[in-house]
C-alpha cells in the first residue's frame, strides 16, 4: 500500500536570543489512507511542532511532509486544523461558522448545494438542533463541536487535532471521543490527534506515536492497537488486550521517558525531586 502522508526526516529549529533551538530532530514517519494516528509524549516533545509542520503552519529545517505525492510547504483546506480552543467566531452562529469555511472552499457550488453541505456536516457532529445558535448560547462541547464539523466541511484529506478535547470534563469529552469514532468510521478521513490521555490514545488509535523529551525530541516508539473496530468504551475496559498497550504507554512515559524536576525550595527536602 502506498503512503498517504510521509513525514520524511524532518528537523525543526528555532531561533532564540541564545541561539538556534532544535525542537524536533529526525522525526520519521509513514501515514496510510485512512489511519487514525496520536502523538503523546511529555509537554515540551515536539508534538504540536509536528503538526504544525503537517499543517503547513512551521517550516522543517530539514527533510518535508509529502501528502499524495505532493510536498506540503502553506496550510491548505486538504489538511484541516481543530484546536483545544475552538476558535469560533463569537458573533456568528453555529451554521454561519461553519459557512465560512464552504464559501472558502467550495464558493463554486450553489448557495443549495452550500447550505445541504454545511448541515450535512452540523449534523454529522450531532450539532443540527443548534445550528442557529451563537457560541456564548452553548456549551464548551457544543463549541467543540462545530469547530469539528468546520473543519470537516473543507472535505480534507488529513484532519489535525490538537488536544481538541483537553478542556473538556470527562463526560462531555467520552461523548465527543464517540462522535469522532463514527465520524471517523464513516468518513476514513486520515487523523493526526495530539494527547497527554493515555486512555483516549488506545481507544481511538490505529497507532500511538510516543514522542522522547525535547528538545531535539523525536520518536520513541510506535505501538500498534490491534483491537477491532467498533470500539466500545465499557467493553474495552475489561480487555486484556486494552490494559496491556495502556501499560505499554505508561511505562514509556514514567519509566523510559520520566521528566524529573526539582520542586521549589519551600517545598522541598535538600536531594528531592518531584516527577512531571
Known amino acids: 500500500m502506498s503512503c498517504h502522508l510521509d513525514i520524511s526526516h524532518i528537523d525543526v529549529v528555532f531561533p532564540t536570543p541564545k541561539g538556534p533551538f532544535t525542537a524536533v530532530q529526525n522525526v520519521d514517519l509513514q501515514i496510510q489512507q485512512g489511519e487514525f494516528i496520536s502523538l503523546i509524549g511529555h509537554s515540551g516533545c515536539g508534538k504540536s511542532t509536528v503538526l504544525n509542520v503537517v499543517a503547513g503552519l512551521n517550516q522543517a529545517h530539514k527533510g518535508g511532509v509529502i501528502l ?38 467550495f464558493g463554486h457550488k450553489s448557495k443549495m448545494e452550500q447550505k445541504e453541505w454545511i448541515e450535512h456536516n452540523l449534523n454529522l457532529v450531532h450539532m443540527n438542533h443548534a445550528m442557529d445558535k451563537r457560541p456564548d448560547e452553548i456549551s464548551g462541547g457544543m463549541k467543540q463541536r462545530v469547530g469539528i464539523a468546520r473543519a470537516l466541511a473543507m472535505k480534507p484529506e488529513v484532519l489535525l487535532l490538537d488536544e481538541p478535547f483537553g478542556a473538556l470534563d470527562a463526560l462531555t469529552r467520552a461523548h465527543l471521543q464517540d462522535s469522532l469514532m463514527e465520524i ?3 468518513l476514513g478521513t486520515t487523523v493526526i490527534m495530539i494527547t497527554h490521555d493515555v486512555d483516549e490514545a488506545v481507544l481511538l488509535s490505529d497507532r500511538v506515536v510516543m514522542m ?16 477491532p473496530r467498533p470500539r466500545n468504551r465499557v467493553e474495552m475496559a475489561n480487555d486484556q488486550r486494552y490494559s496491556q498497550y495502556r501499560s505499554a504507554i505508561l511505562s514509556f512515559l514514567y519509566e523510559k521517558q520520566r521528566k524529573i524536576e526539582p520542586l521549589s525550595a519551600k517545598q522541598t527536602k535538600p536531594n528531592q525531586v518531584a516527577v512531571a
Open 68 to 105: 499524495n505525492g505532493k510536498e506540503v510547504n502553506a496550510p491548505g483546506p486538504e489538511r484541516a486544523v481543530v484546536f483545544q480552543n475552538h476558535s469560533l467566531l463569537p458573533w456568528l452562529s453555529a451554521y454561519q461558522n461553519v459557512e465560512l469555511a464552504v464559501k472558502q472552499v
Open 184 to 186: 471517523h468510521a464513516d
Open 212 to 227: 522522547s523529551n525535547g528538545p531535539a525530541a523525536s520518536i520513541g516508539e510506535i505501538l500498534s492497537i490491534d483491537l
